[in-house]
Structure formats: C-alpha cells, structure tokens
C-alpha cells in the first residue's frame, strides 16, 4: 500500500511539474530592472502610481504571454544588482547610466536586433548618438535631465542684485551674500563627493571652454582649461563661499540646504522645483544660465539608458527580442511615457511625447531649449568610469591640499595608459 | 553496530549539521573568494582565466593602498584598545552595589543593541554643522557664539569615526567583563583585606588575572569585528575625501562596487582575511603561552 502510494505521489508530482513546464513554453519572462527615480518611481511600475493600476499589470495584460520580473532599484544599489544578476545570468533589460562596459564584455544585445523601427526613429538623434561604440548602437535614452543655476529669489531682491553670468561676477556676488548675511547663508553649493564629483568637475571645465576629451576622442583631461577650471572651483570654497565640506556633502545636502533657504546659489537639475516642493519648501526659485569664464553659454545634460542583455541559453532568440521590443513600445507609448516623465520631473527622450509634455507644462519647451546645445559625460568610451572616479579623486585630494595640476596630469597618464593598453589588447 | 563504535561516531553525527553548515556557508565563499582573486574578473563581473599575482599587484600598487592599510591599523587600535580600557573601567563600576545598577547596566546595552547604521547616521546628525545637535546645545548654553565646524578635516573626521566606534563597542567589552567579575569568588578579596591588600594590589593581583579568559575572548572577537566593521565608515563619510577615511573593507567594497576594480578588490579581501587570521592567530597563541606559563 505504501508503495501504491508512494508511486501515486510521484506520479502526480511529475504531472503538476510538466503543467508548469507546459505553462513556461508559452511564456516569456522577462528580468528587468529599473532605477529609482524619485519617491513615486516603484508605486509607477508595481503600486497603483499608474491611474490606480501599474506598469506591469497593464503591460501583462495587454501582452499576454509575456510576464515581467521587474524590480525597482535605487541608485546606491543598482550597480551591485546589476551586477549580480548579471553573474547569475537573470537580466534581460537594465535601466542604468553607463553602458560602456557591458557593451565590451560582449554582454549586450545590440539595439538593432530587438528596438522595432519606428521607435527606434522616434529617438532624439543627438541622444542616440550618444550610446555609439564601433558603430553599433548599445542602448537607448529613458530620459535626460539638463542641469541650470538656480536661485533664491527673495535674496536677490533683497540685495538689489542680479544672478551672476560669468567667474568674476560669481566671486563678487558670493562676497556680497557672504556680507550681507553676515555668514548665515551660504553664497554657492559644490559637490564633490563620489555621488556627484563628476558633475562638479563638468560645470568648471566647460565654462571654461575646457572638456573631457577632444574632437577625436583623445582624453584632455589636465589640459590647461581644465586644470584652471577647476582650480577656480576650489577657491571658492577657500574664500568661504561653498558650503563647508564639498567631499562628503552630496547635492541632495546642497539641495536641502537651498530648499531650507541656507543656500543662495547652486547648479541643480531642471527638476529643481519639483525636489523642492516636495520638501515643502517656501523657498521662491528661479533659473538662469551657468556662469562661465567669459559669461559664455554653456550647458550639461545627463542622460540614462535602457539596455538589453544577452541570453544565449534562450531557444527561441527572436521570441525574446520581440518580447522586448514590446517593452519599450509600451514604455514609450505617449499614453505611458508622458506620464512618467512627467512624475519624474525629467526631459523626454522621444519626439513623440514632446507636444503632449510641452502642453502639459510649458516650461519644458524652454527646458527642451537649453537641452539642444548642452553636451553630455562621454560614456561611450570604455575608461569613463575610470575617469569619473579619477576627476572625483583628483578633486578630494586638492581639496585636502595637493596640487590639482598634479592629480590631473597623474589621472591623464593612468587613462592614456588604460587607453594604450586596451588598443594592444585588441590588436 | 557494537556500542563503542556508535559512541565513537556519534559525536561526529552531532557535529555534521554544523560542518556541512560551515562548508557551504563559510568554507565555499572562501574557497571563491580565493579563485577571484587568482582570476581575471571585467569591470561587470565576468571571470575570465588565470592571472597568477596580477590582482595583488595591481592592489599594492593603487595610491590609496599604504593610506587605507594605515587608516585599518589605526581604526582596530584605537577602537578595540580604548573600548578595552574603558568597557573594563565601566564593568568595574557596574560591578559595584548601587542604587540603579539595574538601569545603569540596561542603558549600557543600547548602543550594542541599536543597529550600527542608525548609531553613524545619528552621529552625523549630532556633527552636523548646519543643524547638529551637538552645536544647538552648545549655542543655547551660550558656551560657543558661532556655530563649529565640527568635521572640519579628514583627520578630524576619521577621529569622529573611531570615537563612534568605540562607543558602540564598549558594552560589549564591558559585559564580557562584567561576566568575568562577577565569577570572581568574593572570598579571595576579604583574604587580601585581611592580608591588607590595597585596591591596587587586589586589582593587579586578583581581578585582573581572573578576568584576563573574559578579556582574552573579547579582544579577540572585538578585532575580527573592528577589523571587518563596514557600517560606520561607510555611513559616516564613504571614504571621503579621496579614500583618506577608508579602512581596508570599506575600501574593498567601493573598489568593487563603485570603482568596479573586482579583481582588486578580491585580492585585498584576500590580504585583509591573511592579516585577520594572523593578528587573531599571534594574540591567540600569546595569550594561551601566557596562562600556560602560569
């Protein structure tokens, strides 16, 4: 009796597996992970942040057999995620903001193979341009964020000055708010910690007509430009006009700080606003243009991406690039992407949603503007990370004393090296 | 199966939950660790072939290596040598009949029982120039007129962090020893009275010397804890400036996960584990030389 039973056991066991195993032939699950935004970023994709319903049961229902795995993650984590998943082999779409080196560890599927045309063309060209390694497009744009000075209205009235244009005035009205708060408010915000350093070190050097790299994508990092830049960047926190410790006070500190009404200047995003509304703060807001060294426009964009991943062990490789290309039609349809850019407080990546954005808030046709001429980090150069985190060091390290000519001419010589050392490699 | 031989493998039965637990557990992420460190490993995690020392080499020869290495040694020496002395002196006086012992040694537990994460980002708000709490205090007492910068340096700021680390391992220093004390026999201190013994000579003659397994055990555990201690530093500063307030584990894990160095980054979690075993490995047999000298 027991071995009837035991038989009988097995048996149904067996048939609930194959049930299963039917069940997963005709489904694709897709492993995908996308970064946290803002608070409302997860209710959006999983909660009920989408008009009651969310991403992805409304994506699940109107694409059966394709069930998504997606998890929201923030941006301390989404690296180590990422990466983990990626050694266990369970990603399939990333949403991050460097490419680069998943593209040369052969990890990523080209966007050729699973973005359907007419999306594809949909993107701003500019931005696509942007995800390029040897020709071949890696990644696509989720959203761009353009980064502006912002001010304290309220202070500037009541000083009877304007927000300064080029170095020079900066210096001078950062003396004068120093002066006429007698210290109790901070003129300018400078971040450079390991969250933002790199940014910091974009605003110096491209106001001064310096850059990352030059027009044949050879790196300039301790060109002269550069070098003064930055050098200018670190006497305003010797004169006392930045906010106390630059390495370990992140922008959302400087955020804070001008959402409180203790900081008069900083360089922040376009979503500036937003960040302070949310903070509940009455602080009244404007923006201009980031001074330079001549008073020269100058503008910095960010951007993130969406990327596929490989999955070699997949049967049917066309099925799994449809299921994706599904995914970012349905991402970028108005009726969604508006939404969520929208929520997010950032710039669209499409053509597509720009009228229905711009018709919501018409501020962003002025935002879309400034978007036009910035430039962007060069991240589709494999040593990107390597410098990002060189410029942050080389920055921290002048901050406690050392001579900022020498850390940029010691990063320059550590990335030409990598550089050389990878062309070899490839030859 | 006669009676001896099942006594003989019994205790080993016992033992294997343990064994098997420790192999998958403990031994196998080693034996990984190991293999990394020997391996060529890209920045997004893909192991390639054998690299013999490469990865050693490469994490010598990064700038912040000497610093971090110094700022590991400061950080377990201060923090495990200071927390000694004082959770010993605390023990003492908890030792002591008073009234509201009982609370006393409650509070006590608090900061060994508050997360360490919670314990640095209290901290920071408590420094903090702007809006700490530290110089509200001070302000509202009138003892300062303008507010202090109370991490105004590096140097100032890794001392911050090894004064939080000390803080949050005092209670357990203390009631190792407070465990300690209270198995001394009380008989021995009224033979040294009657013998007239001064506190001194009853302290370095009797307390001391019975204490000595309690402390022996704490200072051990409290070097593999300080050692591989990663919330405070990380909460506190991140390393920043330019890793000159990393130790050696919070280094590890930004040279991994920020600065993505992964084959680097395993063979400095390789050294730092050779450098834990040998420093717990020499106090170990220092230790057990010494009382069995006695």
Same mark, same amino acid.
Request: glycine share 6%; with cysteine; hydrophobic share 50%.
């Given at each position: 009796m027991k071995k009837v039973m035991a038989m009988l056991l097995v048996l149904v066991m067996m048939v609930?597996?194959?049930?299963?195993?039917?069940?997963?032939?005709?489904?694709?699950?897709?492993?995908?992970?996308?970064?946290?935004?803002?608070?409302?970023?997860?209710?959006?994709?999983?909660?009920?942040?989408?008009?009651?319903?969310?991403?992805?049961?409304?994506?699940?229902?109107?694409?059966?057999?394709?069930?998504?795995?997606l998890e929201v993650v923030s941006w301390n984590d989404v690296y180590t995620v990422a990466d983990t998943r990626i050694a266990d082999g369970k990603l399939d779409i990333l949403n991050i903001d460097v490419f680069a080196n998943y593209a040369t560890d052969g990890l990523l599927e080209p966007v050729s193979q699973w973005c359907p045309d007419d999306l594809y063309n949909d993107f701003f060209p500019a931005f696509i341009e942007q995800s390029v390694i040897d020709d071949t497009v890696w990644a696509v744009p989720d959203l761009a964020s353009v980064r502006a000075l912002w001010y304290n209205v309220d202070m500037f009235e009541e000083m009877g000055i304007e927000p300064p244009t080029t170095w020079a005035e900066l210096e001078d009205t950062c003396q004068t708010i120093l002066d006429f708060y007698d210290g109790k408010v901070y003129p300018w915000g400078i971040d450079m910690t390991t969250d933002e350093g790199q940014a910091a070190f974009a605003y110096y050097i491209s106001g001064n007509g310096g850059s990352f790299i030059d027009g044949e994508n050879n790196w300039t990092l301790n060109s002269a430009e550069n070098v003064e830049a930055i050098q200018f960047a670190l006497g305003l926190v010797e004169n006392g006009y930045t906010n106390p410790n630059p390495a370990t006070q992140t922008r959302y500190d400087l955020q804070d700080m001008f959402a409180a009404g203790d900081m008069a200047m900083l360089i922040g995003p376009n979503n500036m606003d937003t960040y302070c509304a949310e903070k509940d703060s009455e602080v009244n807001m404007a923006y201009s243009g980031i001074p330079t060294s001549d008073g020269s426009t100058m503008g910095v964009a960010i951007m993130d991406r969406i990327m596929a991943f490989k999955d070699e062990n997949d049967p049917d490789q066309a099925a799994r690039d449809e299921a994706i290309g599904k995914f970012a039609e349905f991402f970028y349809a108005p009726e969604n992407y508006v939404g969520w850019v929208s929520m997010e407080g950032f710039l669209p990546a499409v053509n597509s949603s720009v009228e229905s954005l711009v018709a919501e808030n018409p501020d962003f046709a002025t935002w879309l503007d400034v978007l036009d001429g910035c430039r962007f980090y060069p991240t589709s150069l494999s040593e990107w990370d390597a410098v990002k985190q060189g410029v942050i060091a080389a920055e921290q390290n002048a901050l406690t004393g050392a001579s900022i000519q020498d850390e940029l001419d010691a990063l320059q010589e550590t990335i030409v090296a990598q550089v050389e050392a990878a062309a070899a490699e490839a030859e | 199966?006669?009676?001896? +031989?099942?006594?003989?493998?019994?205790?080993?039965?016992? +033992?294997?939950?343990?064994?098997? +637990?420790?192999? @998958?557990? @403990?031994?196998?992420?080693?034996?990984? @660790?190991?293999?990394?460190?020997?391996?060529? @490993?890209?920045?997004?995690g893909v192991v390639g072939g054998f690299v013999g020392f490469k990865n050693f080499r490469d994490a010598i020869g990064l700038p912040a290596f000497k610093t971090v290495m110094l700022n590991t040694l400061y950080w377990v020496v201060s923090v495990v040598g200071l927390s000694t002395v004082l959770g010993f002196i605390i023990a003492m006086v908890l030792n002591q009949k008073f009234h509201g012992r009982k609370i006393a040694r409650a509070i006590l537990v608090l900061p060994w029982a508050t997360s360490l994460v919670i314990q640095a980002s209290v901290w920071n708000y408590i420094i903090k120039y702007e809006y700490g709490n530290l110089n509200n205090i001070l302000l509202n007492l009138g003892i300062i007129k303008e507010a202090i910068n109370w991490r105004s340096s590096y140097q100032i700021e890794f001392i911050w962090e090894c004064g939080v680390g000390i803080f949050v391992t005092i209670p357990f220093v203390t009631f190792c020893v407070l465990s300690g004390l209270q198995s001394i026999d009380s008989t021995l201190y009224e033979a040294a009275d009657i013998d007239g013994a001064s506190y001194w000579d009853k302290l370095w003659r009797i307390t001391v010397p019975l204490v000595k397994p309690s402390l022996t055990v704490s200072t051990v555990l409290n070097i593999i804890y300080v050692f591989n201690s990663f919330p405070i530093v990380y909460t506190m500063t991140k390393g920043a400036p330019a890793n000159k307030t990393d130790t050696l584990v919070t280094y590890l894990y930004m040279l991994n996960y920020y600065n993505r160095q992964k084959g680097p980054a395993t063979a400095l979690s390789v050294i730092g584990f050779l450098v834990l075993c040998l420093c717990a490995g020499v106090y170990m047999v220092s230790v057990m030389r010494k009382e069995e000298d006695l």
């Open positions: 609930s597996l194959g049930s299963v195993a039917a069940l997963a032939d005709d489904e694709i699950t897709l492993d995908v992970i996308i970064c946290q935004y803002g608070p409302n970023t997860e209710d959006w994709f999983l909660g009920s942040g989408m008009n009651g319903t969310n991403f992805v049961d409304k994506f699940e229902a109107e694409n059966p057999g394709i069930k998504l795995n | 199966m006669n009676k001896t +031989l099942q006594n003989k493998i019994k205790p080993y039965i016992w +033992l294997l939950p343990s064994i098997i +637990l420790m192999a @998958v557990f @403990v031994i196998f992420p080693i034996v990984i @660790v190991f293999k990394l460190a020997f391996s060529e @490993v890209s920045k997004s």
